[in-house]
């Protein structure tokens, strides 16, 4: 029998159940997996079908549960096999809804996460990657991550009290709860049917808002408290040339440096949040020089973080720092402006241009600029050796804006 009735569960609802609950243990098993690989060249293609499969098992526990919820919306429940047990009842019914707003959290949040992030692990479907009203946002990502992780561990501590009143009931009690799951056989006395199902629905609102609400809002302020900023690289003074020393001294006000590489054949961008440059520039000649030094372990680059302040890229605990230097030239009359200049990067000291527009306010100087690198010429990701995984180009911007500082 399909339908439920006052003392059993039809076909349908054990079907969800089981189908949920064995999706949900694999999806835990995935997810631990991967976390528990270390992420380098040898990992990525493992690391890739994990959390692909991970990701589209979790999307489909979310559609098994709104059906699951929609078909008990119009099903009669199974009455309480011990109503005289309170207690025990009511720390039942806690554990069911909690367990309930787990099946939509836990999917939603990561869909939400995944959403916000590029290029790494789609989907195994057809219907795009990305979500309506989600935007490709690193403190999005963040956030559903941080409301994924804590879901995580809620659905670890309900999942076992579950399973312990399951067996209680099957080896203590002997009362046939668990089997009116497992079989669908009759349980309980029908007069002891109290409720209806528009009660049902209420308190299990009533516990997702508390009960969830609680766990949503602790991982939000877990996000949002004050964090340490990256230890920052010790950047050595600029002594500038004779030739620097002359033009007039420019200060960054604020600006921007990001940069963006293909991952899994989708962009990925991020940005060095802590960095500092050397200006000298003379508008009437066109010329000047820069220095720029960057702690590369203020890196943040979406969902590959980690991975890229690693030894088989940034390789930070190493090579904290990167330095840029060369001559500005200007390229005619116009805003066109050049750094032909030497990148020093792991280690490596790589000739590098760099094309720029600038535009001069007053006192006041706006660039606008980029190049595109090859990180196979600084031995980074050599264990990537296409770029089915990791692009070779790596994209630089950079948005400065600068006021005039003479001495």
Do not use: C
């Not at 089997?179 to 199902?197: F, I, K, Q, Y």
């Amino acid at each position: 029998m399909l339908t439920n009735t006052a003392t059993r569960y039809g076909a349908l609802a054990r079907f969800f159940h089981w189908a949920i609950a064995l999706l949900i243990l694999i999806d835990i098993g995935l997810g631990l997996a991967g976390g528990s690989l270390p992420r380098n060249a040898d990992t990525v293609a493992t690391l890739k079908t994990l959390y692909s499969i991970h990701k589209t098992l979790g999307v489909t526990v979310l559609g098994l549960a709104i059906l699951r919820v929609l078909w008990a919306l119009i099903q009669p429940r199974p009455v309480p096999v011990h109503p005289d047990r309170k207690a025990e009842s009511f720390v039942a019914e806690l554990v069911h809804w909690v367990l309930y707003g787990a099946i939509f959290v836990m999917p939603l949040s990561g869909w939400i996460m995944h959403a916000a992030e590029s290029g790494f692990a789609p989907i195994l479907w057809p219907f795009g990657q990305g979500l309506p009203f989600v935007p490709k946002s690193d403190d999005v990502a963040h956030l559903a991550g941080a409301v994924h992780g804590a879901s995580a561990w809620v659905i670890y501590i309900t999942v076992g009290l579950h399973v312990l009143g399951a067996l209680k009931h099957a080896v203590v009690d002997r009362d046939g709860v668990l089997s009116r799951m497992l079989r669908g056989t009759s349980a309980g006395v029908p007069e002891a049917h109290v409720g209806s199902p528009l009660f049902h629905v209420v308190a299990g609102l009533l516990a997702f808002v508390l009960l969830w609400g609680a766990v949503v809002i602790g991982a939000v302020l877990s996000v949002s408290q004050p964090k340490e900023a990256p230890a920052a690289a010790v950047l050595a003074e600029t002594v500038p040339s004779s030739e620097a020393a002359a033009k007039p001294v420019w200060t960054v006000a604020e600006g921007s440096l990001g940069i963006t590489v293909q991952q899994m054949g989708a962009p990925v961008s991020g940005s060095f949040g802590s960095w500092d440059a050397q200006i000298a520039y003379d508008p009437e000649t066109g010329t000047g020089q820069v220095e720029v030094q960057i702690d590369t372990t203020s890196l943040t680059l979406g969902s590959v973080t980690q991975q890229a302040l690693g030894p088989e890229f940034f390789n930070t605990e190493s090579f904290a720092t990167a330095r840029f230097a060369g001559p500005i030239s200007s390229q005619g009359s116009g805003p066109d402006h050049q750094v032909a200049g030497t990148l020093t990067l792991v280690g490596q000291e790589v000739p590098v241009t760099l094309d720029f527009t600038l535009e001069l306010d007053g006192d006041s100087a706006h660039v606008v600029g980029q190049t595109t690198l090859d990180r196979r010429d600084f031995g980074m990701g050599a264990g990537y050796e296409d770029e089915s995984t990791v692009g070779y180009a790596v994209d630089v911007s950079i948005d400065v804006t600068a006021t005039r500082s003479d001495p």
